[in-house]
């Protein structure tokens, strides 16, 4: 038997055992020995999976991958109140992660749909959004725990109609209103990002900086400089500011 053989009957005898779990959980469902229907226990909700069962299978073409699952690159799903922080045409600041929905039935029918890994996006009411989140469809995890530590980190731009509020039934409207104004927001918000790390970057760390104020904190700008985080002096407040914006809580 050649490898590819052994890896295709290894694949197979998976596929089958996860078949007999699929037919004693929907088994489980059923409820009472009499076969009644409970619209409280479903497949999703029951305490324990219930023991295996023999499945045989007999005229089947079963197909198999070598993948690890399907990564959705955009994704709004187990997110708690909304994606869109919609006050400010930058908000750099706002994090996905802090309000990852780990209880969304989205979780659990993805998984059945082959999803195994998606990254949570801010929407595009503004040009500059909320930093992203990746996580790992873990059904039964805590929000933190979900969270993929390898992705690398990201924050959500939209161009287009969204961002300049072509859509939008509002009555106090906000710069700005075309495309152009859009390109020129996003290219200021980088210009005070550089301005700020440099700011940081030029703090003396010499003994006459104990009684020099340090600059104010600023999550948006931070978050967008890429600078280091301020140094251990300051206030308590700076530093947890600063903690909040280079560090997961």
Not at 127 to 139: C, E, Y
């Amino acid at each position: 038997m050649t490898l590819n053989n052994v890896r295709s009957t290894t694949r197979r005898v998976a596929i089958l055992r996860a078949a007999a779990v699929l037919g004693s959980v929907a088994l489980a469902c059923l409820g009472s020995a009499h076969g009644q229907w409970q619209p409280d226990i479903e497949a999703w909700n029951i305490a324990t999976a219930p023991a295996q069962q023999s499945v045989i299978v007999r005229n089947a073409t079963l197909w198999t991958a070598d993948r690890a699952g399907i990564i959705d690159a955009h994704s709004h799903a187990a997110i708690i109140g909304g994606v869109n922080e919609a006050t400010d045409i930058s908000t750099a600041q706002v994090r996905i992660e802090d309000v990852i929905d780990s209880e969304s039935i989205n979780i659990y029918r993805q998984l059945a749909g082959g999803v195994t890994t998606i990254n949570l996006l801010h929407g595009s009411a503004n040009a500059i959004g909320g930093q992203m989140a990746v996580i790992k469809l873990r059904w039964g995890s805590s929000p933190q725990d979900l969270l993929f530590e390898a992705a690398p980190p990201g924050i959500k731009f939209a161009l287009g109609e969204n961002p300049k509020q072509s859509n939008w039934d509002n009555d106090q409207p906000r710069y700005p209103q075309t495309r152009p104004g859009v390109a020129q927001i996003i290219t200021e918000k980088f210009q005070q990002a550089a301005d700020y790390r440099r700011e940081l970057e030029s703090r003396s760390s010499a003994r006459r900086a104990r009684n020099v104020v340090e600059p104010r904190p600023d999550l948006e700008m931070h978050t967008g400089s890429a600078a280091r985080p301020l140094s251990t002096g300051g206030t308590s407040s700076t530093k947890r500011a600063m903690q909040l914006a280079t560090t997961r809580p």
